[in-house]
């Protein structure tokens, strides 16, 4: 092998770095002189080490410099974590450092900036490999640290909430610290932080100072509203509506309040006491509706229980018509008193011109109603209309397509669902329903007015021969004064 070179020799022989040796005593005394000169130059600052010129930092297993403070905080933990007791055990044949001869402190630990003797015992242990030392326990905040966490500004206490730290809103006592933490809330564009912060002012504010507050934040006013919203507190929401002069809102929430009443008759004396609130002119219209309808809807229903007249022993009713709608009041009201007088409470007539029911409304609610009782005499009433010279002719507010699908729902004959197929104005559309429904009176007709003798054929071939409808066709189809198109 060729020598090595002398500059090779003297990296080795003067480096901080050491070359591996198979001398296992050699390296032992060689690592607790590393030690030693380790912890002399951090206590003392010794420069005045041979083996060691240089800076060198060294590097624990969990590679934190061995004279950094997190690495001598974490083996303290650690040390006191294994122990039984809080502070750190002693070895009797150690001798132990006194507290009046112990002149270091946490800061000159660490800084090396205290004198060189008050350290000379607890570095000279080092040198007696029997003897075993344990650092100095480090004072443990008090609470786990709550002082720390009372000690921060808005700002911080805001930005340890967003990430889900430990914070503590108790040492915001001032007005004026609870207003800067919500500012500093509502600056950071959180929701749940500007709730939190709102729940712990209403715990420590009055109501009246709050309101006042809110009045000039508006992100924060409506936060709060929605929040007392979704817990239902019904009444300080009301208080804060008033406050803010939104009289209009304050009425309606107030309102809101018959949805919690169950008795009827506390219902209806509730609806009456909110006629005097100020709502607006559309929703005062509304309220009085509700509170007229549900007093005539107890008014039937008291009779209507002890009704025994063949309508109720035909179809029993299923269910109260209390605190139905308006609409499903009038369908029932068509089906158990049609052809009442107006002056009753239950005629239809009557809902009808109380509550402004327009004419499209009615039309298609009574024909619902009497369709599902097979009454097509009253069905045919609900349309027929007189002209000034006499005549009867029906007529529909609704397109008479849709009369058509009532009807067949409510399984009308084939004669009355023709009846009504054939005042469809629009030809296709009333040859689409009645090919829908199978009316084939008006499909031979409209084929034959439009001289369509083709789809009549093909509509021919799709009858049985011996059918009244296929003989017809067959005649047409055979009149030769009738000009087909092809």
């Known amino acids: 092998m060729s020598r090595a070179k002398p500059e090779d020799d003297e990296y080795w022989n003067s480096s901080k770095f050491r070359a591996f040796t198979f001398d296992d005593d050699d390296d032992e005394f060689s690592r607790l002189k590393e030690s030693k000169r380790a912890v002399n130059s951090i206590l003392v600052g010794d420069d005045d080490d041979d083996d060691d010129d240089d800076d060198v930092e060294r590097v624990s297993w969990s590679g934190e410099p061995v004279g950094s403070i997190s690495w001598s905080v974490k083996e303290t933990a650690s040390s006191i974590r294994s122990g039984s007791e809080q502070s750190f055990p002693k070895i009797d044949t150690t001798p132990s450092l006194s507290k009046q001869g112990s002149g270091y402190?946490?800061?000159?630990?660490?800084?090396?900036?205290?004198?060189?003797?008050?350290?000379?015992?607890?570095?000279?242990?080092?040198?007696?490999?029997?003897?075993?030392?344990?650092?100095?326990?480090?004072?443990?905040?008090?609470?786990?640290?709550?002082?720390?966490?009372?000690?921060?500004?808005?700002?911080?206490?805001?930005?340890?909430?967003?990430?889900?730290?430990?914070?503590?809103?108790?040492?915001?006592?001032?007005?004026?610290?609870?207003?800067?933490?919500?500012?500093?809330?509502?600056?950071?564009?959180?929701?749940?932080?500007?709730?939190?912060?709102?729940?712990?002012?209403?715990?420590?504010?009055?109501?009246?100072?709050?309101?006042?507050?809110?009045?000039?934040?508006?992100?924060?006013?409506?936060?709060?509203?929605?929040?007392?919203?979704?817990?239902?507190?019904?009444?300080?929401?009301?208080?804060?509506?008033?406050?803010?002069?939104?009289?209009?809102?304050?009425?309606?929430?107030?309102?809101?309040?018959?949805?919690?009443i169950k008795d009827e008759g506390r219902r209806r004396d509730f609806l009456k006491s909110c006629l005097s609130l100020p709502f607006s002119q559309d929703d005062a219209t509304h309220v009085q509706d509700h509170y007229t309808l549900l007093e005539r809807q107890i008014i039937v229903e008291a009779s209507d229980k002890k009704a025994d007249t063949d309508i109720f022993r035909k179809f029993p009713r299923?269910?109260?018509?209390?605190?139905?709608?308006?609409?499903?009041?009038?369908?029932?009201?068509?089906?158990?008193?049609?052809?009442?007088?107006?002056?009753?409470?239950?005629?239809?007539?009557?809902?009808?011109?109380?509550?402004?029911?327009?004419?499209?409304?009615?039309?298609?609610?009574?024909?619902?109603?009497?369709?599902?009782?097979?009454?097509?005499?009253?069905?045919?009433?609900?349309?027929?209309?007189?002209?000034?010279?006499?005549?009867?002719?029906?007529?529909?507010?609704?397109?008479?397509?849709?009369?058509?699908?009532?009807?067949?729902?409510?399984?009308?004959?084939?004669?009355?669902?023709?009846?009504?197929?054939?005042?469809?104005?629009?030809?296709?559309?009333?040859?689409?329903v009645a090919l829908k429904y199978k009316c084939h009176d008006v499909i031979i007709n409209t084929y034959r007015d439009l001289k369509d003798r083709q789809q009549l054929t093909v509509y021919r071939d799709k009858l049985e021969r011996d059918s009244v409808e296929y003989r017809k066709i067959q005649e047409l189809l055979n009149n030769g004064q009738i000009r087909w198109k092809n």
């Not at 650092?135 to 002082?147: F, I, T, V």
Request: charged letters at 25%; aromatic letters at 10%; glycine letters at 4%.
């Open 105 to 260: 402190s946490l800061s000159s630990l660490f800084k090396a900036k205290s004198k060189s003797g008050a350290f000379q015992s607890f570095s000279e242990s080092f040198s007696d490999t029997s003897t075993r030392t344990y650092a100095p326990a480090l004072r443990k905040p008090k609470s786990d640290g709550k002082d720390f966490v009372s000690d921060l500004s808005p700002e911080e206490t805001v930005r340890r909430m967003q990430k889900g730290r430990a914070f503590s809103l108790e040492k915001f006592r001032s007005l004026q610290d609870k207003l800067l933490l919500l500012d500093e809330a509502v600056a950071a564009y959180d929701g749940n932080v500007i709730t939190a912060v709102l729940i712990y002012l209403k715990k420590s504010l009055s109501k009246e100072i709050l309101f006042r507050e809110l009045m000039a934040r508006d992100v924060a006013l409506r936060h709060y509203v929605h929040y007392l919203k979704e817990m239902g507190e019904q009444k300080l929401l009301v208080e804060l509506l008033k406050a803010l002069g939104r009289t209009e809102d304050m009425a309606l929430m107030q309102y809101k309040e018959h949805l919690n």
């Open 318 to 432: 299923k269910a109260s018509i209390l605190n139905m709608p308006i609409i499903t009041t009038l369908y029932y009201s068509c089906f158990y008193h049609y052809g009442e007088s107006e002056g009753t409470f239950s005629s239809p007539s009557n809902i009808r011109k109380t509550f402004r029911i327009s004419e499209k409304q009615y039309i298609l609610t009574a024909l619902g109603a009497r369709a599902k009782l097979k009454s097509w005499f009253d069905v045919d009433s609900l349309f027929n209309t007189k002209n000034w010279l006499g005549y009867t002719k029906k007529r529909s507010p609704v397109g008479f397509h849709r009369v058509v699908d009532i009807l067949q729902k409510n399984s009308a004959p084939v004669q009355v669902l023709q009846e009504y197929v054939n005042l469809i104005d629009d030809p296709e559309l009333k040859l689409s």
